[in-house]
């Protein structure tokens, strides 16, 4: 196993370098083999019917997790964008209505709402469920950077321009790195060209998980090995949570996935 780093060494974090940056451009592979893998992405465990809120990544909308959305509805969940246009970063009000819409999502279906959030999408999805656990099922990141250095990856200027806010006193204002008082699992890659990946690295507990994968920053929503532990980690019980199995599927996952670090 190897080592987690400590919150110093996760404090002197540097972004990613050119050459995982310039890997990016296989996301459009990553699509494609989303398509291919379709009779293994069919076998994931089917869904029971609750809600799930998906959350998009900076200066991203709803149309960067199509891909992501349709297969967990396809899985027989009740898949919901989060529809406030693209993400510019929690500016005052988004937060609020963030909450407002899991309420509501809530009190529709009588059922606590999984929140599933890519990338600064899944920084909202942590909060907002640290805020109102009561009315959230379950937590997925997918190369979200909640610790560490806020400057450990190649989007934070873009953050400051598209929010207006200093990345650093944004960031280190919250608790993100407190794990939410749900069950959480956290899907990165050590290739990630935009997050160091140490950065998405969850504290793992009886409750909380990490999940390596082989991916790209912008393909995650649609590479299969993502799209399938989402279905699977969406099918466990609130009540009997038990972490990502990386034996089955006759060894394949264990060729493709890595459940801690």
Not at 57 to 73: H, K, P, Q
Not at 94 to 104: F, G, H, K, M
Not at 170 to 196: E, Q
Not at 218 to 239: K, W
């Amino acid at each position: 196993m190897r080592r987690i780093p400590s919150d110093p060494d996760l404090q002197d974090m540097k972004p990613p370098g050119w050459f995982l940056l310039a890997l990016e451009g296989r996301a459009v592979w990553e699509l494609g083999a989303s398509f291919f893998a379709a009779p293994v992405l069919r076998s994931a465990p089917a869904g029971d019917g609750h809600p799930v809120l998906v959350f998009p990544g900076l200066v991203m909308g709803d149309f960067s997790t199509t891909v992501l959305r349709n297969y967990i509805a396809q899985r027989g969940y009740a898949s919901y964008a989060w529809e406030q246009g693209l993400n510019f970063g929690p500016r005052p009000g988004v937060i609020e209505s963030c909450l407002e819409r899991v309420q509501e999502l809530h009190a529709r279906h009588k059922e606590r709402v999984s929140l599933v959030g890519w990338s600064l999408g899944g920084i909202y999805a942590r909060e907002i469920a640290k805020q109102i656990p009561d009315h959230v099922r379950m937590v997925i990141t997918l190369g979200t950077p909640f610790a560490g250095n806020p400057k450990a990856n190649n989007a934070w200027r873009l953050y400051e321009l598209a929010s207006g806010q200093s990345i650093e006193e944004d960031m280190r204002a919250r608790h993100l790195p407190t794990t939410p008082p749900v069950p959480t699992t956290s899907i990165y890659s050590r290739t990630d060209g935009v997050v160091a990946w140490r950065c998405s690295v969850e504290r793992e507990s009886s409750r909380s998980e990490n999940i390596e994968i082989q991916s790209s920053h912008v393909g995650m929503c649609m590479n299969p090995t993502a799209l399938y532990a989402v279905a699977d980690r969406l099918a466990q019980s609130r009540e009997e949570w038990k972490r990502f199995d990386a034996g089955g599927l006759k060894g394949v996952k264990k060729l493709l996935y890595r459940s801690a670090p």
